[in-house]
């Protein structure tokens, strides 16, 4: 029994939102297999695939004050200065910006990377280009999130991308946020952008890996120097 139990534990937990999907994949990789062998591995190999994008592991969060947590799995792709989404009613002027790039092998549950009270939630639609590109930002579908916080008001981003085609948020206005708190999903590949008030101090680089909920991509602490960095 202990021995059942050790596995179960070792088991990455399924996000909700992916049942229904590996339950499609399963069916159809019955329905191949009876019509190939070959076609039914193939199919097989598809829906372990499906259960292991939907994957949805405990993370350990970094609570010290004034932290800034990577709210997605993926590449670090863009960090600087941009104007933030007009529907998010940050302003006009460029805020600080760290964008993180989700590949279809990454985990996709989002998380909150500071915790505060979810002022708007703005929904755009848009189109699906390829989501490391730059221009992602402005033209694809997205869904805000503005987050009143300690540190000042932040915008996070969900942005759909070339195969993403769902956007999922889980959390309403006014709620109050976690950092590390799970609160929504892209399927299949996307990216999102973090938007911080301008005295945050970027503490990753531009190719980096980030693991959502544990990397730290700003810190607002006054004695915390800017990291520079180096390839290799």
Not at 70 to 87: K, M, N, R, T
Request: charged content about 15%.
């Amino acid at each position: 029994m202990s021995v059942l139990n050790s596995f179960r534990k070792s088991l990455t937990p399924i996000h909700p939102e992916g049942y229904i999907f590996i339950a499609i994949f399963a069916i159809v990789a019955f329905l191949l297999h009876w019509i190939s062998g070959s076609l039914g591995w193939i199919g097989f190999i598809a829906t372990a695939w499906c259960a292991y994008f939907f994957r949805d592991p405990a993370r350990v969060t970094p609570l010290r004050e004034g932290l800034v947590v990577s709210p997605a799995d993926g590449v670090i792709c863009s960090v600087g200065f941009y104007l933030p989404p007009a529907e998010l009613g940050l302003g006009a002027e460029p805020m600080q910006r760290v964008s993180v790039f989700m590949s279809v092998f990454d985990v996709h549950v989002n998380r909150a990377p500071i915790a505060g009270r979810i002022a708007r939630i703005a929904y755009r639609p848009g189109l699906f280009v390829n989501a490391d590109l730059d221009k992602a930002s402005e033209d694809n579908e997205r869904n805000g999130l503005v987050i009143d916080a300690p540190q000042g008001r932040f915008g996070v981003v969900q942005i759909a991308g070339l195969v993403a085609r769902r956007i999922v948020c889980v959390v309403r206005e006014g709620e109050q946020l976690a950092v590390g708190q799970r609160f929504g999903l892209i399927r299949f590949g996307s990216r999102v952008d973090v938007y911080m008030p301008n005295h945050a101090r970027p503490m990753v680089a531009i190719g980096s890996r980030a693991i959502a909920g544990e990397t730290v991509l700003a810190d607002f602490s006054a004695h915390t120097p800017a990291l520079s960095f180096k390839s290799g």
